[in-house]
Each structure stands twice: as structure tokens, then as C-alpha cells.
């Protein structure tokens, strides 16, 4: 079974500096896909970034960007300059590709969350 | 923009009592899911749909059932809420068809049960 670890529970950054937040997922698949979902405090969960495990390039998103060791199964996310509003729990999540009635499933299996705080 | 919406923010309950969660997503998608969220456990999966009417057990359905009649609405029904189902309840919805298709989220439901 899949599983996904997030080690850092809680994190703290100064505002306009940067920070990593680290993932590691244990798989025997070769195909697969990781997510990093942030949840701001009492609002909606929304993706922040996703990587295809086939793709050597590292994605990224404006300031926020992965680092992706396939052979380490690690997926960390930076925060480049960061901002108040990022302040929020950020999960990291992993899909596995199957087939199955009606086309692909595509379940997550999300770490227990790092709750990032930024401060002024 | 792919709206989720879930009937309420907060709920309490009393144990015995039969609990519906409802979820409404309007952009069509073909995939629904419940998940619930406890403190260091992160997000874990109750339920999913994938069309009307079909279901598959998540990593914890125990205590749950839910119901798909329509595409747009995804129900999570608590026959006799017990106390250890106190959470916060997060319904999602994906486009499905598609492997790498994102899940959207609703606000969630924080269901106390005394």
C-alpha cells in the first residue's frame, strides 16, 4: 500500500523569505502523480501544484516550487518569498493511475499535513 | 469557476441519530468523494462515485453509507452517529475520464456528535 509522510507538523517563516516543506511517499508503482493542496485557515482546500512522476523537469508555480527525487521517493515544495496569505496546512498527496469501470480512478492518499504559519 | 458546495459548516448531533451530509458540485464532474480530516491524520478516504448510482468503499467506510441519484449531489449518511465520528467532513469532486484531472474541494462540514 501507498503511503505518504509529511515529518514537520508545524513550520514557521518570516515574510519574503523562503521555505521547504518536505514529503516523502513509499510506492512500488512506476506511473504515478503527487500533489501539494494548501488549506487556509476555515476556507476551501485548493491544489497548489502537481508533478507527473514520468517528468524529470521540477514544476512549478509562480513562487511555489517542487523538488522531485523519483529514485528517493521524496517531493518537497519551496515557497519562494512568501506571504501572508500563504499561511495555511499544506498536504502533500499522492494518485496512483488505474483503470477501472468508467475510465481512470483517481483516489489520493494525503500525508498528514505540515501547518505553515508566516509571520510579519 | 468549478464550484463544491456542502449543506452546512458546522453540525451537532446527537449519538443515535441518523446524519445526512450533502454535496453538491455544478460542473458536471463524473467522480465524487468523502474524505474526513482529524488532527495528524490528514485527510482519509470514506467513500467515492465515479457515475450515478456507483459507489466504492474508501480506506475507512465503517459507520457510513452514501448515496448518488443524481450526478451532482453526493450524500454521506451516518446511520447512528457515534462519538468517535466527531470531524470535519470534506467532500470533493473530479472530472474523471482523466488520470490526472485535480479533485476540488467543498468548505466542509465539522460534525460534532454528543
Known amino acids: 500500500a501507498q503511503t505518504v509522510t509529511q515529518s514537520q507538523p508545524e513550520m514557521s517563516v518570516q515574510e519574503a523569505e523562503t521555505v521547504t516543506l518536505s514529503c516523502t511517499y513509499d510506492?512500488?508503482?512506476?506511473?504515478?502523480?503527487l500533489f501539494w493542496y494548501k488549506q487556509p485557515p476555515s476556507r476551501q482546500m485548493i491544489l497548489v501544484i502537481r508533478?507527473?512522476?514520468?517528468?524529470?523537469q521540477n514544476a512549478t508555480e509562480n513562487r511555489f516550487s517542487v523538488n522531485f527525487q523519483k529514485a528517493a521517493k521524496s517531493f518537497s515544495l519551496k515557497i519562494s518569498d512568501s506571504q501572508l496569505g500563504d499561511t495555511a496546512m499544506y498536504f502533500c498527496?499522492?494518485?496512483?493511475?488505474?483503470?477501472?469501470?468508467?475510465?481512470?480512478?483517481?483516489?489520493?492518499?494525503f500525508g498528514t499535513g505540515t501547518l505553515l504559519a508566516v509571520q510579519p | 469557476d468549478v464550484k463544491v458546495t456542502q449543506s452546512s459548516r458546522y453540525l451537532v448531533k446527537r449519538t443515535g441519530e441518523k446524519v445526512f451530509l450533502e454535496c453538491v458540485q455544478d460542473?458536471?464532474?463524473?467522480?465524487m468523494f468523502w474524505y474526513r480530516q482529524d488532527p495528524g491524520l490528514g485527510l482519509r478516504l470514506i467513500y467515492f462515485?465515479?457515475?450515478?448510482?456507483?459507489?466504492e468503499k474508501g480506506d475507512i467506510p465503517e459507520g457510513y453509507s452514501v448515496s448518488r441519484e443524481k450526478k451532482e449531489r453526493f450524500s454521506l449518511i451516518l446511520e447512528s452517529a457515534s462519538t468517535n465520528q466527531t470531524s470535519m467532513y470534506l467532500c470533493?469532486?473530479?472530472?474523471?475520464?482523466?488520470?490526472?484531472?485535480?479533485?476540488?474541494f467543498g468548505p466542509g462540514t465539522r460534525l460534532t456528535v454528543t
Open positions: 462515485s465515479y457515475d450515478v448510482k456507483m459507489k
Open positions: 498527496a499522492f494518485m496512483k493511475h488505474e483503470i477501472s469501470y468508467g475510465g481512470a480512478t483517481n483516489k489520493l492518499i
Open positions: 508533478q507527473e512522476a514520468y517528468k524529470q
Open positions: 510506492t512500488s508503482e512506476s506511473n504515478y502523480y
Open positions: 470533493a469532486s473530479s472530472l474523471g475520464g482523466s488520470v490526472l484531472d485535480e479533485q476540488y
Open positions: 460542473m458536471d464532474h463524473e467522480n
